[in-house]
């Protein structure tokens, strides 16, 4: 008997760690795991969809069937695939107590994701909601588009963009709210006698600010006295400068991150048997890349060997 519950035991972790090695991002991912990814990618994609097309009030009348039963199917997968990962999280060594791991698992960002993408179908059966409760719950649905960053490599890497960066985006920020701040309280200045209407304190001159750093300018507040005008045309050059600040940042960003992936690239030599970077430089099977090129270069082709 005991060698009965201990072979059940056995298949239930064999089981629950092919489940991880599919779902999360696991050091021996299956081979399942980009088909999983895949799939929830484009059931997303449906499911949003849905949600965008069922906004139409003849799309909704027509084919209302058709979107509740996306609606009811997608969030049947969402809930399993998020008990999965509640079951599972354990394996991962930042979540290995039975308990307060998982505890700890469900508070981070994407599970927390997870559980708001699959609670507006839900909550109307435990809570009764009044119709215009109803409609945000449905607008909440929108919410799952954000799981797609559990799936897209192009989301993990804007991600990771963002965490890399996050002084210098956080500073470009900073400096953007100083030049509006500045720009809406002088404008305010200059503006409110010729146009108390348009101009009536500094958070309405904001508004002037915000379009007019953004280059947007829609016209429905602009000033009228040569000395508003002359600043206004100052503010609008300053704002391609400042807006162009993030630009900048991102790009270095996206360009540190692709060069941090191609560094842990290892190729194998078919003629030699060595191994290289992407660089063409010497790299060691067994030793971490340290991201410093090595001056020794393998030859390119067999004739160099």
Known sequence: MPEEKQSFSASVESVRCRIFNIIEDSPHPSIWAPRFNIFMSLLIVLNISAVILESVQSLADAYNPVFVAVDVVSVLIFTVEYILRLWTCTLNPKFQAAMTGRVRFAL????????????????PMVIPVDLRMLRALRLMRLVRIL???????????????????????????????????????????????????????????????????????????????????????????????????????????????????????????????????????????????????????????????
């Open 147 to 305: 799981k797609i960053g559990r799936y897209s490599e192009a989301a993990k890497t804007f991600q990771k963009v963002l965490v890399n960066k996050k002084e210098e985006i956080l500073l470009a920020l900073l400096i953007l709210l100083i030049v509006l701040v500045f720009s809406s309280s002088l404008m305010y200045t200059v503006e409110h006698d010729a146009q108390p209407d348009k101009f009536p304190d500094i958070p309405h001159a904001m508004w002037w600010g915000i379009v007019t750093l953004a280059t947007v300018g829609y016209g429905d507040v602009y000033p009228i006295t040569p000395l508003g005008q002359f600043l206004g045309g100052i503010v609008l050059i300053v704002g391609i400068g400042v807006f162009a600040l993030p630009t900048g940042i991102f790009a270095s960003g996206f360009i540190d991150v692709i060069n941090e992936r191609r560094q842990k690239i290892v190729y194998v030599c078919p003629y030699c048997g060595k191994h290289h970077d992407a660089e063409g430089n010497k790299v060691d099977p067994d030793t971490p890349p340290s991201g410093k090129p090595d001056e020794s270069r393998e030859p390119a082709s067999p004739s160099d060997h």
């Open 108 to 123: 981070t960002p994407m599970a927390i994701i997870d559980l708001l993408a699959i609670l507006p179908f839900y909550l």
